[in-house]
C-alpha cells in the first residue's frame, strides 16, 4: 500500500541542540496517528518539517515525492491549535472563513456557485451547516473549531493534520469534536495526523500512537503500544493503558487485548 506520509531518518535543530533525531515512520491510508509525548519534544517541529515550513535532514515524502517537490497541497488540511481568524473580531461570515479553505494555491477564490458548494459539503460534514450565515466571531469556541475544521475539509483533502485542536474546548465539545474527528476517519476515509495531549479522549478513535521525545520512542498500532516496554519505560510500568483511562472502567482502556484492568482511583492518580 503506498505510504501517505513516508518519513525516513528525519534529524532537525533550530540552534545547537537536535530537536528530532533519526525519526522514521509511514502513515498508511485510512490510518488515524495520535502523536503524543512531552512539551518540548518536537511534535509540532515534525509537523512543521512535514508541511514544508522547516527543512531538516532525511526524507519526508508526502503522497510518494519529496516533500520540497510537493504541490498537491489541497491534498492535505491543516488546522492549527490557535487561527488567527478565532481571534479577529472581524465581521467575516463562516461561508467565507470556509472558503478561505480553497486558497490553497494563494489565489483568492471567488463565492461561485461550485465553492459555495463545497463549502456547505465541508460544512454539513462537522454538523455546521446551520451556521453558514453567522459571524464567525459571534459563534462559541467549539463552534468555531467546527468551522475551522470545515475550513480544513474544503478541499477534499485525503491527509488532515490537527495541532492540539482541542486546547481551548470545553469538556463537551471536546467530546464531540473528537467524535468528528473519528466519524471523518471511519465513514469518510481520511486519513488523520494528531497531535494531542488530550490522551483521556484520543484513545478511543485512533488506530496508532506515535510517541515522540526528540526520538520516535514508538511508532504503532494501540495493542503493541499496550504492550512497548520502550513505552512503559519512559511513562512507566502500565502507565501506557490508562490513557482514555476515565472513559473505559473494567478493561484497557485502549481498547486492545492486553487483559490489563485498572480502577477508576489508579486513574486518578495517573
Ligand atoms: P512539542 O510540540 O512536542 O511541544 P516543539 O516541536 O514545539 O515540541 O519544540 C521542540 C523543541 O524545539 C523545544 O525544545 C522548543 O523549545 C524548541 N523550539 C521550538 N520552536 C523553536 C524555534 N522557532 N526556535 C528555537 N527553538 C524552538
Redesign the pocket.
Known amino acids: 500500500m503506498p505510504s501517505i506520509i513516508h518519513a525516513r531518518n528525519i534529524r532537525f535543530k533550530?540552534?545547537q541542540h537536535w530537536?528530532l533525531d533519526g525519526v522514521s515512520f509511514r502513515v498508511r491510508p485510512g490510518d488515524y496517528v495520535g502523536v503524543i509525548?512531552p512539551?518540548?519534544?518536537?511534535?509540532?517541529?515534525l509537523l512543521k518539517l512535514i508541511l514544508g515550513l522547516e527543512k531538516g535532514e532525511g526524507i519526508i515524502k508526502l503522497f510518494g515525492q519529496p516533500v520540497d517537490q510537493f504541490t498537491a497541497w489541497q491534498k492535505i488540511g491543516y488546522l492549527a491549535q490557535k487561527s488567527p481568524v478565532s481571534q479577529s473580531r472581524f465581521p467575516i461570515s463562516v461561508e467565507e472563513v470556509v472558503l478561505m479553505g480553497l486558497c490553497y494555491d494563494s489565489a483568492h477564490k471567488e463565492a461561485t456557485p461550485e465553492n459555495l458548494r463545497a463549502v456547505h459539503h465541508a460544512l454539513a460534514l462537522t454538523h455546521a451547516e446551520n451556521l453558514a450565515k453567522q459571524i464567525f466571531s459571534n459563534l462559541s469556541i467549539g463552534q468555531q473549531q467546527r468551522v475551522l475544521l470545515a475550513r480544513a475539509l474544503v478541499s477534499n483533502p485525503e491527509l488532515l493534520i490537527l495541532d492540539e485542536p482541542s486546547t481551548a474546548l470545553d469538556a463537551g465539545s471536546r467530546e464531540m469534536f473528537f467524535a468528528l474527528l473519528g466519524e471523518l476517519n471511519q465513514k469518510h476515509g481520511v486519513t488523520i495526523l494528531l497531535i494531542t495531549h488530550d490522551t483521556g479522549e484520543v484513545g478511543k478513535y485512533i488506530s496508532k500512537f506515535m510517541y515522540?521525545d526528540r526520538e520516535l520512542v514508538f511508532f504503532g498500532d494501540k495493542e503493541e503500544f499496550c504492550h512497548s516496554q520502550k513505552v512503559a519505560d519512559k511513562l512507566g510500568q502500565f502507565a501506557q493503558h490508562t490513557i482514555d483511562h476515565l472513559h473505559n472502567h473494567g478493561h484497557c482502556p485502549l481498547g486492545c487485548t492486553c487483559g490489563h484492568t485498572h480502577s477508576t482511583q489508579e486513574a486518578h492518580h495517573d
Open positions: 533550530y540552534t530537536v509525548g512539551n518540548g519534544g518536537g511534535k509540532t517541529t515522540i
